[in-house]
C-alpha cells in the first residue's frame, strides 16, 4: 500500500491527476475504472487542463464506471452518466464508443449485470480503478454487509448513502433506493487501485479501513489485500493515521 499525503482536496486533486496521467502516457489505450461523487471532481478538472494544454489524450482511452443508480434515465441530471459527461467526457477528445456505464434503466437488470462484467473482461480488464470512499465504508455502492459480494449486482442503498447523497438532490426522498455497482471482486480485479481521499468526516472510517479487520462490515478494508492499491488522502482524512 502506498499513502501520499496532500494539504488539502485541491493538492489530493493534483497529486492523483498526477497518478493517473501517467498510467494514459504509458498506456495511451488503458482501461480507466471511474468514479462519481464529489472526490474526483478537483481530478477531472485537472485531466481537462492538462487535455487543453495537449499533454494528455484521451482518443484511445477506455472507461469504465463503478456504478449508476436505477431508474434513473441517463439524460437526468442526477444520473452518473450526466456528470460523466459533464464533468469529464463532453471536455476531452474521449471516444464515446469506448465509455461504460451500468445502464439504470434497463427492463432486464440481471441481464445488464451479466453484460456489464463481460463487457469490462472483452475490453481486457481495467488497469487502473479510481475510488473513493464512502462514510460507511463502501466503495463503488458495494454496502457494508456480511459478505464482499463479487460480480457486478443490483444493491439497496445504505440509509447513510441516501443521507450523504441527498445534498444532490431536491430532498433524501428523490434519492433512488437501488443502484448497479461493480462487485468488490470486479474492482479488486483491476491492476492498479487508485482512492482519493480528503476531509476530516472520512478520517475514521479511512483509518478503520486500512488499518483495521478485513471485513464485509467495512468494504473498503478489503483494499489492504490488493497488491497495488496507492491512497491521496489530504491532512484532515489522514487525521487519524500514523503516516
Ligand atoms: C461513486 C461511488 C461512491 C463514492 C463515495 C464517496 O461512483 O461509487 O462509492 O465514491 O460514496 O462519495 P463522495 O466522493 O461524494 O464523498
Redesign the pocket.
Known amino acids: 500500500m502506498k499513502i501520499y499525503r496532500a494539504h488539502n482536496y485541491q493538492d489530493m486533486s493534483r497529486k492523483a491527476a498526477n497518478i493517473l496521467s501517467a498510467q494514459i502516457i504509458i498506456k495511451p489505450d488503458c482501461v480507466l475504472g471511474l468514479?462519481?461523487?464529489?472526490?474526483?471532481i478537483g481530478i477531472y478538472d485537472q485531466l481537462v487542463e492538462w487535455y487543453k494544454k495537449d499533454d494528455l489524450d484521451f482518443s484511445r482511452v477506455k472507461t469504465v464506471?463503478?456504478?449508476e443508480y436505477v431508474g434513473i434515465d441517463e439524460d437526468n441530471p442526477q444520473s452518473?452518466h450526466y456528470f460523466m459527461k459533464q464533468n469529464l467526457f463532453s471536455r476531452v477528445n474521449i471516444d464515446m464508443k469506448n465509455v461504460h456505464i451500468p445502464e439504470g434503466t434497463n427492463p432486464d437488470m440481471e441481464g445488464e449485470c451479466l453484460s456489464y462484467e463481460r463487457a469490462i473482461e472483452s475490453i481486457g480488464g481495467i488497469d487502473m480503478q479510481l475510488?473513493?470512499?464512502?462514510?460507511n465504508g463502501?466503495?463503488?455502492?458495494n454496502e457494508p454487509g456480511e459478505c464482499f459480494t463479487r460480480k457486478t449486482h443490483i444493491v439497496d442503498l445504505a440509509e447513510s448513502?441516501i443521507e450523504?447523497?441527498k445534498r444532490f438532490f431536491e430532498d433524501a426522498s428523490q434519492v433512488p433506493r437501488q443502484a448497479i455497482?461493480m462487485g468488490i471482486g470486479t474492482i479488486m480485479k483491476a491492476k492498479k487501485i487508485l482512492m482519493v481521499v480528503d476531509g476530516e468526516k472520512k478520517a475514521k472510517v479511512l483509518k478503520e479501513a486500512l488499518t483495521g479487520e478485513v471485513t464485509p462490515k467495512v468494504p473498503a478494508s478489503i483494499l489492504q489485500l490488493h497488491p497495488d492499491f496507492t491512497l491521496v488522502a489530504d491532512d484532515e482524512a489522514l487525521k487519524y493515521m500514523n503516516v
Open positions: 468514479a462519481t461523487g464529489s472526490s474526483p464506471n463503478l456504478d452518473y475510488l473513493g470512499l464512502g462514510p463502501h466503495i463503488g455502492f448513502t450523504a447523497n455497482t
